[in-house]
Every structure is written in C-alpha cells, then in structure tokens.
C-alpha cells in the first residue's frame, strides 16, 4: 500500500506535465516594428505552439520569432507543429525565411 501510495506521488506529475520546445525562426524583409506582433500572433494561433515572441531590428531589416512548442504528454501523441506553416506565413507578408533551428 505505501509503495502504491509512494509511486502516485512521484510518478504522476511527472507523466501530467509536457515539455516545451523552443525554436528559432529568423526572417529578413522591410516591416514596420510594430508588424513584430501582428506576425507573432498569426504564428501563435497554429496548431500546437504555446506562445510566440518576435523581435525586429530596424536597421538590419532582420527579425527573429521564438516558438514555444509544447510536446506531446505521451508517445502515442502525434506532434503538431509544423515549421512549414511558420515559413508559409513569412512569405505571405513579403518577408525571406532565414534558418530555423531548435534552441
């Protein structure tokens, strides 16, 4: 019965919790900064990212969006996320992906 009540306590936080991945999208183009949030928030409402920041600098004409991605609880669960979708979008507001890379 302790062991039982021992496992409960340890394990199932453990399996309740996911885990978050965090990427990198860097894009380059001519944008107001302000746009900065209006993409964070188009990349944020697919499916399976958690939430989006996105910075810009002016003077290079270059940003970045770091994606917050959280994983499936358990390995039947398929992924969600697809950086193909993130890539998408840039190119609809006139913008050149740059690299993507998991941080």
Known sequence: ???TAFLMFFL???????QTDRYSYG???????SFVEV??????QLEGV??????Y??????GELLIF??????????ALFNSAK????????????LDFRKL
Do not use: H, W
């Not at 894009?27 to 900064?33: C, E, L, N, Q």
């Open 86 to 97: 993130v890539k998408e979008i840039l190119l609809q507001n006139n913008l050149t992906p």
């Open 39 to 44: 993409l964070s928030s188009k990349v944020a």
């Open 12 to 18: 199932v936080p453990v399996i309740c919790f996911s």
């Open 69 to 78: 991605v959280e994983q499936p609880k358990t390995r039947y669960d398929r």
């Open 27 to 33: 894009f380059s183009g001519k944008i107001d900064s």
């Open 57 to 62: 600098k002016v003077e290079q004409s270059r």
């Open 1 to 3: 019965m302790k062991t």
């Open 50 to 55: 958690d939430q989006v920041k996105g910075r």
